[in-house]
């Protein structure tokens, strides 16, 4: 694929990939580069875990072009920096960090008992169906309020829709 643009041809080989893992009974597929963690199928990745010192929302960096640096991820940082960093009631505080991780820094943060949760995101779903965790369930909300105007905010315009017959 092309990583960094938002192309066609980046979704063909992240689906036949995501087919080989269903089959193989896994629900996604890790994209590493040079054992570095990218993306998951078509997806930003993220992961909420914590270091030796605080807890942290972690994604990799998209200043090396590695990722697409989309509007989803954008969004879901910027909501998160502003809305985490004094924390959230019943949540703790979390320090958003772009970075390079590896699987044997998720390894080693499950085997420490340091991973509290993982999810993913894109453009046309901003984040994963079904279970997730609290930090992924209270972003998604943001984001879903933003988008459909139950949330005054400055990027959702609601236009009123005008029927002409």
Known sequence: GFRYAKVGANYGPSLMANAEARARGCDQVLWLLDVMVT????????????????????????????????VTIRSILQL?????????PGLETIEIVERNFTMDDIDQTIEDGRMIEA???ETAIPMVRGDSGEYATLIKSWLVSIMYGKED??????IDEKVYF
Do not use: C
């Open 119 to 121: 999810f993913v995101a």
């Open 153 to 158: 905010h400055e990027w959702g315009v609601v």
């Open 39 to 70: 993306e998951a199928g078509a997806s930003n990745f993220f992961v909420v875990w914590r270091s030796q010192d605080r807890m942290q929302l972690v994604t990799a960096p998209s200043e090396n072009k590695i990722i697409l640096d989309g």
């Open 80 to 88: 998160s920096r502003e809305r985490l960093y004094e924390g959230t």
